[in-house]
């Protein structure tokens, strides 16, 4: 079965930082887009930060300058480094991405930004 499992949410303080990784895992033979997105209480979804299956990457401009997106295709891995969290980046962030040319999301994990 294919599918994405994310890690490395919880809890940090305002300024601080954090490091997200999602890896794909099953019968996989096409990695294209891998990127993240997010949903705040209330509010929709929406994109983070994207890597293409070129390994460049697009960024939502709330977070350009703060956030990294990387990516290791030996591993069939995603990571979302962000910096200078503040409070209004606290939400659920899901992995996306595109495996044997089908759009998955994965599960989320819970990022919270409070003091």
């Not at 895992?25 to 209480?41: C, D, K, L, N, T």
């Not at 300058?65 to 030996?74: F, H, L, Y």
Request: a positive charge; glycine letters at 14%; charged letters at 20%.
């Amino acid at each position: 079965q294919v599918q994405l499992v994310e890690s490395g949410g919880g809890l940090v303080q305002p300024g601080g930082s954090l490091r997200l990784s999602c890896a794909a895992s099953g019968s996989i033979f096409r990695v294209g887009a891998m990127g993240w997105y997010r949903q705040a209480p209330g509010k929709q979804r929406e994109l983070v930060a994207q890597s293409t299956g070129s390994g460049r990457g697009n960024y939502a401009d709330v977070v350009k300058g703060r956030a990294t997106i990387s990516r290791d295709n030996a591993k069939k891995t995603v990571y979302l480094e962000m910096n200078s969290l503040k409070p209004e980046d606290t939400a659920v962030y899901y992995c996306n991405a595109y495996l044997n040319l089908v759009e998955r999301w994965g599960q989320g994990t819970q990022v919270t930004v409070s003091s």
